[in-house]
């Protein structure tokens, strides 16, 4: 079955430290998107991809990059970790104006 | 532009209870509407959604019906169930670029 999947589920890093979080998706979808969500925010988009070689960013884009070589991955990476970036993040991809597919989450804590 | 409002939360609900959560929506053009619930500890899953105008979406005993008038997509369900404690998300997207933009999310407890 097509799946998306994150990794590593849980994160501890150190303020200042560059972070990357992985996101892969076997449904061959050309939209990927990455999630922050947090208390009171909902999802705030950070990043998305229309297709390789294709990044735009999000409401929520500074402190964060993305890059797309590929159609299955969109690894975001922070660049230098801050406490303000502690948050659960979600993966997800689509295609066309169909539903998006969440993956089950990162929960990363920057101390 | 572009956005979601839906009720706050938390809700707290006795089981076989009846469900109303609002969501209204500002958008350009003709959005298409969805439903989404997270279960703890889990990404979210789509639970129903509505492309047009009087559409009504339903799965799993939820229901929820795009008015254009009201711009709402209220969602409800007649009888809820311990095991529909998640919460619930209520989004949009127009039909070009498929930006979702998301409610802020309301929590549902339901008590036995």
């Known amino acids: 079955d097509a799946e998306i999947t994150q990794s590593p589920r849980h994160k501890i890093t150190e303020t200042g430290r560059q972070v990357t979080l992985a996101c892969h998706q076997t449904?061959?979808?050309?939209?990927m998107f990455w999630y922050r969500q947090d208390l009171g925010h909902g999802l705030r988009l950070i990043h998305y991809?229309?297709?390789?070689?294709?990044?735009n960013k999000g409401e929520v884009s500074d402190g964060y990059s993305v890059s797309r070589s590929n159609t299955e991955d969109l690894p975001l990476t922070l660049e230098s970790a801050a406490s303000s970036q502690t948050s659960v993040y979600f993966c997800?991809?689509?295609?066309?104006?169909?539903?998006?597919?969440f993956g089950p989450g990162t929960r990363l804590t920057v101390t | 532009g572009n956005s979601v409002t839906q009720m706050e939360g938390p809700v707290t609900l006795s089981e076989e209870a009846f469900l109303t959560i609002n969501c209204t929506y500002t958008?350009?053009?003709?959005?298409?509407l969805f439903w989404y619930v997270q279960y703890p500890g889990e990404g979210l899953q789509l639970l129903l959604k509505?492309?047009?105008?009087?559409d009504k979406g339903s799965n799993k005993g939820f229901e929820a019906t795009y008015r254009k008038e009201t711009t709402s997509f209220h969602l409800e369900k007649g009888s809820v169930q311990v095991s529909d404690s998640a919460v619930y998300f209520c989004?949009?997207?127009?039909?070009?670029?498929?930006?979702?933009?998301f409610g802020t999310g309301t929590s549902l407890t339901v008590i036995p």
């Open positions: 997800a991809s689509s295609e066309l104006s169909y539903e998006q597919y």
């Open positions: 449904w061959n979808h050309n939209n």
């Open positions: 991809s229309y297709g390789v070689q294709d990044t």
């Open positions: 958008a350009t053009g003709y959005p298409s």
């Open positions: 509505a492309t047009k105008a009087d």
């Open positions: 989004a949009l997207t127009q039909n070009t670029g498929n930006q979702f933009y």
